[in-house]
């Protein structure tokens, strides 16, 4: 079976994507007091302590009509299962909170987070930073409008639309001949952090040819049958994470020493070991590649939650 609940991939809304096409969808939405508004300033949103962790501060527009106001991007996300429309503004400066309330990101809370909360905190980093990072037309130039309710930017000088874009990236668990995990450390992490290996999918390339290929280029291992086992949005700023299990043909390191600087072998009990020893730092909660890794271990591996910065 595929891992399921993955902290990123968690969403309750229905997208309602046959609303976006209204011109007054946003207008009257934002004259709605049913209607719920998260504020995102500089890729975070404002959450609450509650009794079973972080939760995402949402308000209606007519209480807090300066989100509306003093917003540079309104974006339309879903509608719950209570029939309540959901909206994101985008802050360039952060507005005011309540007590209690501070300013997270998606690391930071992502895996903490309900089903909702996580839902709609993705999907609105996701979509703002498309719109940051698109706004002219790639095919002339031009600068493009917003349309669809924040879901399609259209060209009025040549007529093209641009829909918000995924890059596709594998990462992967690859396991030895004798069970054993490879696990790499970028050249730019400290010496202790570890995570699975990487990296996008290119034109004209299978996603398990992409496994195969990336392992091989980092590590020098090569890898035969390759594994579906889930997938997650990482918004940073817009890559899909296609998780996959290799079976590595061989065991010798080679290590690429630009996207690699070292490559290890752990056994379950090494692993374990070394994370409780503070020997290794694995990736957090929210990652994939922490999913991955404990589907290899058999469950959940002890220490080692902290995220990283």
Known sequence: MALERLALSRSTLDRAAHLRADPDLLTRLAAD????????HAGQAPVLEGPDGPVLWLSSPTDRPEFVVSSTR???????????????????????????????????????????GAGILTASVALLAWHANHTRCARC????????????????????????????????????????LLLGRQASWPELRFSTL?????????????????VDEESGITVGDVTYRGS??????????????????????????????????????????DVLAKRLLLPPAVSIARRLIEDWFGGPIKGGTDPWR
């Open 74 to 116: 309104i974006l339309f996300l879903g509608v719950d299962s209570e029939g309540r429309s959901y909206l994101a503004v985008s802050m360039e400066s952060p507005p005011e909170l309540p007590e209690g309330a501070r300013w997270a990101g998606l690391r930071d809370v992502g895996s903490l987070l309900d089903d909702t």
């Open 33 to 40: 007091p049913t209607t719920l508004v998260v504020p995102i």
């Open 198 to 214: 990487a990296g996008f999918v290119e034109p004209g390339e299978s996603l398990e040819d992409a496994v195969r290929r990336e």
């Open 232 to 273: 997650q949005p990482w918004p940073f700023p817009s890559s899909l994470m296609l998780g996959f299990r290799g079976e590595a043909l061989s065991t010798k390191i080679t290590v690429d020493e630009v996207e690699l600087a070292e490559a290890r072998w752990w056994s379950r009990e090494q692993l374990q070991d």
């Open 141 to 180: 130039g031009a600068e493009t409008d917003v349309i669809q309710s924040g879901w399609v930017r259209h060209c009025p000088v040549c007529g093209a639309e641009h829909y918000p874009r995924t890059d596709p990236a594998v990462i992967m668990t690859v396991v030895g001949p004798d069970d054993r």
